[in-house]
């Protein structure tokens, strides 16, 4: 499954950005997605979860500012970002655990949208 990222981009400091990651094919179901973020030098940080029962948890750095939320008839999750800061600059990924035509859940990278806020 290829997860399509988008929606990174430069921002101001205060201001907002939406990333979406879709897992497109018919027969996939969506267990999870996620958000993760990776600045050059550093590990991969998990920034939003949401499961396919609408169950979420946020990185404490976020908590408050971003807003994971999905529609699992298209198998898009979304990650709205308010109230960013030079901090929250970095290369966001999505991931998601996927169920293929009812074998084991799998765990899928999507490419990298690139984040930049500007101070």
């Known amino acids: 499954v290829q997860l399509q990222a988008s929606g990174g981009g430069l921002v101001h400091v205060g201001g907002s950005l939406t990333l979406t990651c879709a897992a497109p094919g018919r027969r996939n179901i969506v267990r999870k997605m996620a958000w993760y973020r990776q600045v050059p030098g550093k590990q991969r940080e998990m920034v939003a979860t949401?499961?396919?029962?609408?169950?979420?948890t946020y990185a404490d750095s976020v908590k408050g500012r971003f807003a994971i939320s999905r529609d699992w008839r298209i198998n898009t999750a979304y990650l709205q970002m308010n109230s960013l800061e030079p901090e929250d600059t970095a290369v966001y990924y999505c991931n998601a655990e996927i169920t293929i035509d009812g074998k084991p859940s799998q765990e899928f990278w999507g490419q990298g949208t690139l984040v930049t806020v500007s101070s």
């Open positions: 949401i499961t396919w029962r609408d169950s979420t």
